[in-house]
């Protein structure tokens, strides 16, 4: 025994053999191009030309079966797949051979006809089973609930899970008539229909995440696996925010991989030598600079620079310092609202949700790309009719978590965290100084995709309203042209904790 254990050890790894890979990304959100990041030390980081090979070497190197999968929200982000509505990224990922993709969030940002579209020029199949027909109940034709792959003799299944808070995240226009249900109840169906396939494995594809910075990981996926059992599902690869996750709940390993390509996971069904299966799940960085970017998807990539590269590039506005995304509150915030009150003259206020804000800005010349990368959405600047009692709902709304996750142009709100949801208000005042009065009317400015009630904003849904025609991206660049070069943003916070 002892001699059999040194053995072993002298000899390196056991015998442990790796008999399917699963290779994943998640949120690419259309970077098909390679970028240096703030953490990238100057490297180049992803790319899909740099994805495609390194998936490549990873599949080559494991002598297994491999598949390759994708957690959703693949397509809206960059300029290079937005003005082609995600056709440039399809062509890029049936060439990096994608087996199936979970429909996420932002796949429905060009309404359903788009999407059926992009997923007619898919060669892989995007996956969704917890997405209804609000009046059948049934899942409308396009949401494909699962998958069956198989390859290398091995037959695994893959089933697709949006956000149960998709409903919120995307344009009423988009969402109308879709009900998303949530956790192990709204897809039983559908693990009884795979159980009867009798697949080797169960994998489920979940645009939906967790954040992982204090242990145990928190989040909505976390929440699912717990309702799920590790007999009926294997896997679980995750997306949706961006983060890294490799962690393993209730005997099921869930994998998420950051974003935009820039890393991707490697998750290995492996026999150990003892004849026991497991996992073996690890997240790397997809450095560019470490393989030769497969020609093929550069081609594809190349194909579409031209249509992007004017536009891409030309010069916005100088900025002096960073703009972070920092805290609650921060510069950058009150910058994009003060743009969408400028729109229109004669607009009292401009409410900004902070989950739309997309990047940090660093100092020097400011493109079009750098704005467009803040605000990819393209959404319509608004401008609604509300009294101040309806604004101070609204103001409720934006402290409800305790803290401001909203930022405002035009006012100043002091609130108090202590106090009870909907009464912590506690002063609202226009920037001169004046109070806002309760039955008075003021104009508010925001993206069409709050008008429309996202982000919980219900309350400004049946208020009266009038889209401006310009984008939320085209405000901000107009906006930047006309300040004093380098540009200074207003720092000052305009949601204010009376609690020091
Ligand atoms: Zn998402």
Redesign the pocket.
């Known amino acids: 025994m002892l001699l059999a254990a040194l053995l072993a050890v002298g000899l390196g790894t056991p015998a442990d053999s790796t008999l399917i890979r699963f290779l994943s990304i998640n ?1 690419f959100h259309g970077s098909l191009e390679p970028r240096s990041y703030g953490w990238s030390g100057g490297r180049q980081v992803g790319g899909a030309a740099a994805l495609k090979a390194t998936l490549d070497s990873a599949a080559a190197e494991c002598r297994c079966a491999v598949f390759r999968l994708d957690g ?2 693949q397509m809206q982000g960059a300029l290079a797949s937005n003005l082609v509505y995600g056709r440039s990224v399809i062509e890029a990922m049936n060439a990096i051979g994608l087996d199936a993709a979970a429909v ?3 796949e429905l940002d060009w309404g359903i006809d788009t999407l059926r579209a992009r997923m007619r020029e898919s060669a892989y199949g995007w996956i969704a089973a917890n997405v209804f027909d609000s009046v059948s109940g049934r899942r409308p034709a396009w949401a494909v609930p699962y998958r069956m792959l198989e390859r290398g003799g091995h037959r695994v299944a893959v089933i697709g899970y949006m ?1 149960a808070r ?1 409903k919120a ?1 995307i344009s009423s226009w988009a969402g109308a008539g879709l009900v998303w249900r949530s956790g192990r109840g709204a897809i039983r169906d559908v693990l009884d229909a795979v159980r009867r396939e009798r697949p080797e494995l169960t994998v489920i594809v979940a ?1 939906e ?1 967790a954040f992982c910075d204090s242990l145990p990981c928190r989040g909505e996926v976390v929440d699912l696996a717990l309702e799920l059992d590790s007999t009926e599902v294997q896997l679980i690869v995750s ?3 961006h983060s890294l996750v490799n962690t393993v709940v209730r005997g099921i390993p869930i994998v998420q991989s950051r974003s935009s390509g820039t890393a991707f996971g490697i998750a290995d069904y492996i026999r150990r030598s003892d004849g026991s299966t497991g996992w073996r799940i690890r997240v790397e960085t997809t450095w560019a600079d470490r393989v030769t970017p497969d020609s093929v998807v550069e081609a594809i990539v190349a194909k579409y620079r031209p249509m992007v590269d004017r536009l891409a590039k030309a010069k916005v506005a100088l900025l002096r310092d960073s703009l972070l995304r920092r805290g609650d509150q921060f510069a950058l915030g009150n910058l994009i609202a003060d743009a969408q009150r400028a729109v229109r003259p004669g607009t009292d206020f401009a409410i900004m949700n902070n989950g739309g804000i997309r990047r940090d800005l660093y100092p020097g010349q400011l493109t079009y790309n750098d704005l467009f990368e803040l605000q990819p959405f393209g959404n319509n600047v608004t401008r609604v009719w509300i009294t101040g009692r309806g604004l101070k709902e609204v103001m409720e709304h934006a402290v409800r978590s305790g803290r401001a996750n909203f930022h405002i142009s035009g006012l100043t709100v002091r609130y108090d965290p202590r106090k009870p949801v909907g009464e912590r208000v506690v002063e609202m005042r226009r920037t001169n100084g004046t109070p806002v009065r309760a039955d008075r009317t003021y104009i508010l400015a925001l993206s069409d995709f709050l008008q429309t009630g996202g982000d919980g904003l219900n309350m400004l849904r049946d208020l009266p309203n009038r889209r401006t025609g310009s984008t939320d991206l085209d405000a901000l660049s107009a906006y930047l042209k006309r300040l004093r070069q380098p540009v200074i943003p207003p720092a000052a916070k305009r949601f204010i904790s009376v609690v020091p």
């Open positions: 949120d959703g929200d996420g969030n932002h956000s998709s995240m645009h995440g997306g949706h925010t």
